[in-house]
């Protein structure tokens, strides 16, 4: 027998009701898939409002010490307060376990309505670098001592005029963070055969950061896997299949992407514009309630869902756990477990096409039945 150790956060707002709901769904495919072969054997970890009512803190050394030594995780969506308090719990984990890169699918569910024609179109995976750019939090707010030291220096040594008024922040992105997302990027493309991994950058405007990472990004292909791709101007002669390597300025490609989506599969991002992208592309094959993504490093992978907290819902049995249970499918597939992933996604399929979908879903399903989030885990193991 293969037991499978997976350690799981609850999370916070909707994260008791959604995790209540999906892991039967998980185990219900490993057991159907696999028998008494393979199993997840799942261990808890304390973070965020359930790690503060117990402990008095919102991540506690021991469940960062666990995950020091993990390999794979899972996570309910964790709670930040915007523009104040204490810094963003999910940044933390990015930075502190160096979960370089966040992986989003978007692929469509046949019977949803969206808001473009053709959403069978989407099928890209996205690639954002996780723990550089601007998300790495070096800013102060306007007027602090800080703010006004940095703004001091820039313009007295480095002549460059900042309004002393100005809350500043400073984005960095080195080559070694580039060059490991991108690696990533086309081994995924490479592994899957897939046609195509696009830059997506704004280096027209910020030439040594984002402008950076489009220059480094086509150097790694080049020099680890010359013989396997090319640029999009080799390809353009054509007779060749290597996979294609391209870029494309990050406004530009919300463009493309809302017209010509059948043209990307791969995308490689750095962090502000992965984070948007992902989102918008999201949104035009349903929404982030049938989004999963995971977050990882070299060693250790955590899966959770793309949207937040929803405080609002909470408790109240109305939350979609799609998110959720199709990012554990992300893992089983990863841990080799395809058979498994592939029946969650063949069951949310089937829920959607049958019309039996929660709330979020119900607007975009003509005709459908509104279903809790508990009575859709349990559509879910029945459709397995």
């Not at 160096?98 to 978007?106: N, S, T, V």
Request: hydrophobic share 40%; charged share 25%; net charge negative.
């Amino acid at each position: 027998m293969t037991v499978q150790t997976v350690y799981w956060i609850e999370g916070d707002g909707i994260g008791p009701e959604i995790w209540k709901a999906a892991r039967p769904v998980i185990d219900a495919a490993v057991a159907k898939a696999y028998g008494k072969a393979n199993r997840i054997e799942w261990k808890e970890l304390l973070a965020g409002e359930k790690a503060f009512e117990e402990l008095g803190e919102h991540l506690p050394q021991a469940t960062m010490d666990v995950l020091g030594g993990a390999e794979v995780a899972m996570k309910g969506p964790l709670q930040t307060p915007v523009g104040k308090g204490f810094r963003s719990l999910n940044v933390t984990l990015r930075l502190a376990f160096d979960l370089y890169a966040c992986i989003r699918p978007i692929k469509y569910f046949p019977g949803l309505e969206t808001p473009v024609k053709h959403p069978e179109k989407v099928d890209m995976i996205v690639f954002r670098e996780n723990t550089e750019d601007v998300y790495a939090g070096i800013e102060w707010p306007a007027g602090s001592a800080e703010a006004k030291k940095l703004i001091e220096f820039l313009r007295s040594e480095l002549k460059v005029e900042v309004s002393p008024e100005a809350g500043i922040g400073i984005k960095p992105m080195t080559e070694k963070g580039s060059k490991r997302l991108v690696e990533r990027a086309v081994k995924y493309a490479l592994d899957h055969d897939r046609p195509s991994v696009t830059l997506v950058h704004k280096g027209n405007i910020m030439k040594y950061t984002e402008g950076a990472f489009r220059a480094w990004g086509y150097e790694l292909a080049r020099d680890k896997f010359g013989a396997l791709t090319m640029t999009e101007e080799e390809a353009a002669a054509g007779g060749d299949k290597r996979l294609v390597i391209k870029d494309r300025i990050a406004d530009n490609m919300f463009q493309v992407a809302l017209k010509r989506p059948q043209e990307f599969s791969v995308i490689a991002a750095p962090n502000l514009n992965g984070d948007y992208l992902s989102d918008f592309l999201a949104a035009q094959v349903g929404g982030l309630g049938l989004a999963p993504g995971v977050n990882k490093s070299d060693r250790l992978a955590i899966y959770e869902p793309t949207h937040g907290t929803a405080p609002r819902y909470a408790g109240r049995d109305t939350a979609n756990p799609s998110s959720l249970i199709l990012s554990g499918a992300m893992m089983l597939e990863d841990l080799g477990w395809g058979e498994a992933a592939e029946m969650i996604q063949a069951a949310v399929a089937k829920a959607v096409l049958r019309k039996r979908v929660t709330v979020d879903l119900a607007p975009q399903v003509p005709g459908s039945q509104t279903v809790g989030c508990s009575e859709f885990g349990d559509i879910l193991v029945n459709n397995l």
